[in-house]
């Protein structure tokens, strides 16, 4: 290296050093500072003088720097662009309270003696108290918050001052800045400057107790004297094109304080009466305030000429548009360029076409060195209109001289091209670029490319990178940035790449495969007896990079050539693998060759775990799987494009046999519908367990439409030729399901609104062509045309109807989902893996002891496990045909050596698959061998981001998650909130769930007998007296209430008529004769309420009180069900009780229960009943069965990873502000996060100091973020 | 606690093992995992139902001896607080 270089890189790393911020300190700034860095005393209300230059002490001061272009700052001597700006002051004529900081006053007046200044404790206490807070906000700060407040409680309640024996004064807090003291003579305003006085009595030591510290700030500060005024850096005035020039909301509202201040000095100065100084007191007040926040409560905020209202200080901050989450988060940059963008399957899944316009403006700077001079000097003389060529060159000597080509003499330029100079070329093919499409929901939304630069207008891209970015074509543009020195294209390169993205770490699966017409062509390419034409055959095959295993092609064509061949060429030879394709027929592929069935979305679909494509991937590497991807996409490509596929409206035409079929399934449901309408009208029909009549009817006629249309749907299949393009789609799995083709040509069926059928509009009538009070299927939303029949105007509106729920529930689905994310990536962002594999936050603190518990990275599992056992096995078995068979000693024994490396799960499976394939010694030597390595090669990399990945996992499928709370089959108890509310209420740590669930299973005794388990359920039931009572009479005379006893179901709940008097007989004089329960409330009737009625009303209430009243059972449990379930472990068929309402305690308490098994949906429950440990597995299997149940892959380390981080610190917190970030150490994440201002309040009492160690607070600094390659440093000697 | 409530808690499917550690074992933990801060750990509540049938007082380490979906079994430690 060059001696200048060496030397510059010197300066570099200097440099870099000495700007590295290594924290930042949080405080309250006091008078004394505030003067002695003002530079101004700003008392004069006027911006400019009469000839319109900025007056001296006005709050256009040249002093306060950011000179006119051109000009230099009076106090430092920079140019506009270098001078910081520098602060003033305005000294306040009388004091005022800082609204920001009215709480912590209030807390401070609380607990001080007026009189002392001491905290109004046991003077023994308090050393003691101290020692304590000192303890918790070194180790436990979220516990030192809630012990101040503790404190502050406690020495506020003290009526008289331990130290000085004066009484307390009450202190009453309006807000948002008014305080007022209790005397004897009534309510008394305590002006800021009393406030103050007291204020400045605390004792320093003491400041601790306050939640103030004592190193940051002295409470009286909160009372400001002086108000300090920003430079014009920060509130910068700007020139309208007429001329005028229009100041910042802030000089405006800082104008407002100085008029009313100088107001207030003259007055003063004159002897003015005290009532006139007051309104002009209260409206310095007010403007200060103001001035710091426009949007306080109870406060008409301030307005520019009345119309606008003016963003002061905490509106500039705070929110989606403040100064955090638009400036300081969310930053932008050069070198980007944005444009639509089109499909190219020509192109290699890693590239992505680049416009040759937009290559002529983003550039790559490259320094000249001896090695590329040449191939330089020829960009140079290209210049910046000819493609390869380049912009700009910056000279290494003369200080760094910029040229732009253009307009220079570029061959004189090329020819001075000399080492170390650096030429600004234009993006060239091999370029490596990020690509990114919005929103980009996980971190395949961001992928690395290699640059191929075209023509025309658009971005290229590959077909099957579509899912990663969720993009299609349909006008949507996407974002691509230029990496811009060669260690970040090295590290995109080998991280983001695409074809290292090919599996998802969210299910670890391919999630880049084929999908739409590429499946449809492998389809047919592959299908049993495809035979191509010779000339067909040969021109697909041209279009592979290189041709292979020619022989092979011979031996499998047997003088045919088919669609196969080309498949099993691309495999390679080792490869032996079978799967069920989707017609559920065998597809089995040995050594490389496809032996039978039709390859379709099963084998090599996108997003499908256990394909042909995921095998590939994981056994030949990523980079093969790009070629195998690209290359065979190519040859769909081709082959679709020469056979041709369409379709059009004949192809959803059904023949006359089929439409009379479908028309009569539609007429018998219809009269079907009308049946059981009947039959509920006379009120003969059949009910269904624990629905009400109405219930029970909506769902008879659900089952009714619904099987008419799957039994249309069915007959349309069976009708439609198997080359019916709509067919040959859903049988590969290309498009559309067996709905979708019922629905184009048989029939649409019923229309529903949030799961029922549709039932709003007129009175008791849907539309006015029907007749109020019908219910039928046609008048309630059934549509018996088919899109290919077309739809009458009524079965139109429905179906409109139906659609516009769809929408609305889009819309609001990615807002809500879009919240979750982002309150589960700023709860999970600085999580890392240490290299000890422990899961830590930014400070340290230990999540997980392993990450997901086996230290394995999802994104290199094989579905979730770090080795797949069977594959192993059977490939291993292939080589070690023969030998003899190890033995359970010898297996046993290969095990124990590798204990300590593995995770027991995989020592287990080894075990059992090893003996279950009757493996030989070799096989098996060789395999448990193997098993350590993937294992090993499966582990996460140290640094890596698991708590952002965790975060994507489960944000990004959030927005492909039903809204809607399922209906289970009519069974109440088993209807749970699922999908996005059940995740958001899980996530939010939600106090009680709004369904609350138990599945309660049996003991011994009761689980095989369905009347045991009868009795059981029962005597859990939650049952009111209402549930017992026949009939309930008033007895006005007697003023009691004659209650009739149900005997029948009094004993199914085990409860005698003697033990319900006995409830009630303990407050109430009651009598019992047989059935009859008499009981007299006793109502307090006032002398002069002498009217029947008043005493009725009191009656009535008195007997719904006791109908209400609990009398058996388990409070809360409300509505019990029975069903019979196989026992997972067992096989044994068993009862157990589903329940609506949930009381785990007593529950488990309950004789007859299986106190082990036994569950609920509520995790705060399980927490106080079975602990934390419990509630973290509820919340992992929770999360898990939504998941599932919705269809969504996740894998478990995600979920566990939220489950540890909500219970780290022994208690259930919340993934949101008050939960999880609420406990962040970094003051800047969490200011960044929400509720902005009261966190930097709160931060600058306490004197918090950010140390700048998570992802959020780097980025706002502006350096590098500590977490992955950002951990890493390279040392080395220059030089 | 109620003894029967008791057992019903230990023996709960979703509660795995708790374990206090003794002086030894705690020191090493505390040690090799969290520098020799012990607030670097995971917390268990004082008040937590398990914490109180195995009698651990504020200061131990508890080792929970966890059933896992990927690992099969683990181990996981958290402070008493």
Known sequence: ?1279 | MDEKLKNIILSHKLVPKHVILDEREKKEIIKKYAGGDPFKLPYISRNDPVVKVIGAKPGDVIKIIRKSPTAGETVYYRLVV
Request: glycine share 6%.
């Open chain 1, 1 to 1279: 290296m060059s001696e200048r270089i060496v030397g510059e890189l010197k300066g570099l790393l200097e440099e870099a050093r000495r700007y590295r911020i290594s924290k930042i300190k949080f405080g309250v700034l006091s008078p004394q500072i505030i003067r002695n860095m003002s530079v101004v005393e700003v008392t004069n209300e006027a911006y400019r003088d009469e000839v319109g230059a900025p007056t001296v002490g006005g709050l256009l001061d040249p002093r306060f720097g950011a000179p006119e272009p051109g000009s230099h700052c009076p106090i430092c001597g920079n140019d506009r662009d270098h001078c910081p700006g520098h602060f003033g002051h305005i000294e306040l004529s009388l004091p005022v309270v800082h609204v920001l900081f009215a709480d912590h006053i209030y807390n401070a007046l609380r607990g001080v003696c007026h009189n002392c200044g001491r905290i109004k404790l046991d003077p023994e206490k308090i050393p003691v108290y101290i020692k304590r807070a000192e303890f918790l906000k070194k180790h436990l700060p979220d516990r030192y918050k809630a012990f101040v407040k503790k404190v502050i409680k406690e020495a506020s309640s003290v009526e008289r001052c331990p130290h000085c024996g004066i009484s307390s004064i009450k202190i009453e807090f309006e807000k948002p800045y008014k305080f007022y003291k209790h005397v004897e003579a009534g309510r008394i305003e305590l002006s800021p400057s009393e406030i103050r006085d007291i204020l400045e009595r605390i004792p320093d030591d003491e400041l601790i107790l306050y939640g103030f510290d004592k190193e940051a700030m002295r409470p009286e500060w909160l009372i400001l004297t002086v108000l300090p005024v920003p430079p014009l850096t920060v509130r910068p005035s700007i020139q309208l094109e007429t001329g005028e020039r229009s100041e910042d909301d802030l000089t405006h509202k800082l104008v407002d304080v100085i008029k009313i201040n100088n107001k207030i000095k003259r007055d003063k100065a004159a002897g003015s009466v005290a009532m006139a100084l007051k309104n002009d007191y209260d409206a310095l007040q007010l403007h200060v305030a103001t001035y710091f926040n426009n949007e306080l409560p109870g406060i008409p905020p301030s307005t520019h000429r009345g119309v606008k209202r003016l963003k002061t200080l905490a509106q500039r901050l705070s929110g989606k548009e403040g100064r955090f989450r638009n400036n300081l988060i969310g930053k932008r940059v050069n070198f980007s360029a944005r444009t639509v963008i089109s499909p190219d399957s020509n192109l290699n899944i890693n590239e992505v076409g680049v416009p040759e316009e937009i290559a002529k403006i983003l550039t790559v700077s490259t320094i000249v060195t001896p090695y590329n001079i040449e191939e330089l000097r020829k960009l140079v003389i290209n210049g910046p209109d000819i493609h390869p060529g380049a912009n700009y060159v910056i000279k290494a000597t003369k200080g760094g001289y910029r040229m732009y080509l253009k307009y220079a003499d570029r061959y004189k330029v090329a020819e001075m091209l000399e080492v170390g100079d650096i030429v600004e070329r234009h993006l060239m093919d091999g370029d490596i670029v990020l690509f990114n499409r919005q929103p980009s929901l996980h971190r395949m939304s961001i992928m690395a490319h290699v640059a191929k630069v075209l023509p025309y207008r658009t971005f290229r891209l590959h077909l099957t990178v579509c899912p990663p970015y969720n993009a299609d074509f349909d006008g949507d543009e996407m974002n691509l940035h230029v990496v811009q020195n060669s260690e970040a294209a090295a590290e995109a390169k080998a991280l983001m790449l695409v074809q290292n993205q090919i599996i998802s770490p969210r299910y670890g699966a391919p999630i880049i495969g084929f999908g739409k017409d590429y499946i449809t062509s492998a389809f047919i390419l592959t299908m049993e007896g495809n035979e191509l034409s010779k000339d067909l055959f040969f021109n697909l095959l041209s279009t592979y990079d290189r041709v292979a295993k020619l022989d092979l092609i011979k031996k499998h064509k047997r003088g045919k050539y088919s669609g196969k061949s080309l498949f099993s060429i691309l495999l390679p030879e080792t490869f032996t693998y079978s799967l069920k394709s989707k017609l559920d027929k065998d597809v089995i592929i040995k050594k490389g060759v496809l032996l039978k069935g039709t390859i379709d979305k099963n084998s090599i679909g996108a997003e499908q775990a256990d394909s042909v494509l995921h095998r590939l991937v994981r056994e030949y590497g990523n980079r093969f799987g790009g070629k195998f991807i690209t290359q065979f996409a190519r040859v769909l490509d081709r082959f679709l494009t020469f056979t041709g596929f369409s379709i059009d409206i004949e192809d959803l035409k059904l023949p006359e046999e089929a439409i009379i079929k479908i028309k009569k399934i539609e007429e018998e449901a219809i009269k079907k519908v009308d049946e059981i309408i009947a039959k509920y009208r006379r009120g003969e029909l059949e009910l269904i367990k624990g629905l009400s009549p109405e219930e029970s009817l909506e769902q008879h006629i659900h089952e009714v439409l619904a099987d008419a249309r799957t039994q249309a749907g069915l007959i349309a299949l069976e009708y439609l030729s198997k080359d019916n393009p709509l067919y040959i789609m859903v049988m590969s799995g290309a498009r559309g399901t067996d709905i979708n083709v019922a629905q184009l040509t048989a029939m649409l069926g019923q229309q529903t609104i949030r799961g029922r059928r549709i039932s709003r509009g007129f009175d008791n009538r849907t539309l006015s062509t029907f007749k109020e009070g019908d219910i039928g299927a046609r008048a309630r939303g059934f549509v018996g045309s088919s899109f290919y029949s077309g739809l009458t105007p009524t079965e139109f509106f429905f179906h409109s109807m139906g659609g516009r729920e769809g929408l609305m529930d889009t819309a609001v689905k990615t807002q809500q989902s879009g919240y979750l994310y982002r309150r589960l990536v700023y709860s999970l962002e600085d999580l890392h893996v240490d290299h000890d594999f422990v899961v830590r936050t930014s400070n340290g603190k230990i999540v997980q002891f392993k990450y997901g518990e086996d230290a394995v990275d999802p994104a290199r599992s094989d579905h979730g496990k770090p080795v797949n056992i069977d594959r192993l096995i059977d490939s291993i078995s292939l080589l070690y045909p023969k030998g003899k068979r190890a033995t359970k000693d010898y297996i046993k024994k290969l095990l124990k050596k590798v204990e300590s490396e593995i995770p027991s799960s995989l020592r287990d499976e080894l075990w059992s698959k090893l003996i279950e394939k009757k493996a030989n010694k070799e096989v098996a030597k060789e395999a448990i061998r193997q098993a350590v390595i993937n294992y090993r090669t499966a582990k996460i990399d140290p640094g890596a981001a698991v708590g952002v990945v965790a975060a994507q996992s489960i944000g990004e499928p959030g927005t492909q998650m039903t809204l809607r709370t399922f209906h289970y089959a009519g069974v109440k108890e088993k209807d749970v909130t699922i999908g996005l509310p059940r995740i958001i209420e899980i996530i939010d740590a939600k106090q009680k769930p709004s369904t609350p669930r138990m599945i309660i299973y049996l003991d011994e005794e009761h689980r095989y007998s369905q009347e045991k388990a009868e009795a059981v359920a029962n005597r859990i039931k939650a049952t009111q007296f209402r549930d017992v009572v026949k009939e309930a009479t008033i007895d006005l005379i007697n003023r009691s209430i004659i209650f009739k006893l149900d005997l029948e179901s009094l004993k199914a709940v085990g409860k005698s008529p003697i033990e319900v008097k006995r409830i009630f007989s303990r407050r109430y004089s009651t009598e019992l004769k047989e059935d009859t329960l008499i009981i007299r409330p006793n109502i307090k009737i006032k002398e002069n309420e002498t009217d029947e009625y008043v005493i009725l009303e009191k009656l009535r209430k008195a007997r719904d009180r006791f109908l209400d009243r609990h009398i058996a059972g388990i409070p809360n449990v409300v509505r019990v069900t029975l069903e019979k379930i196989v026992n997972e472990e067992t096989g044994e068929e068993e009862w157990v009780i589903y329940t609506a309402g949930s009381n785990l305690k007593e529950v488990l308490l309950f004789e007859g229960v299986d106190p082990v098994r036994t569950i609920t949906n509520d995790i705060f429950e399980i927490y106080e009943v079975l602990g934390i440990e419990a509630a973290r597995n509820a919340i992992i299997n929770e999360i898990k069965s939504v998941m599932e149940e919705q269809g969504l892959d996740v894998d478990y380390r995600h979920i566990m990873l939220v489950a540890d981080i909500m219970t780290r610190d022994g208690r259930i917190r919340q993934m949101g502000r008050y939960g999880v970030v609420a406990v962040k150490d970094s003051v800047l994440t969490r200011a960044a996060f929400e509720i902005t201002v009261p966190v930097l309040v709160g931060a600058a009492v306490r004197g918090e100091e950010d140390l700048l160690r998570g992802p959020t607070e780097n980025i706002i600094v502006g350096s590098r973020v500590p977490i992955g390659t950002g951990s890493v440093d390279l040392y080395m000697e220059v030089g």
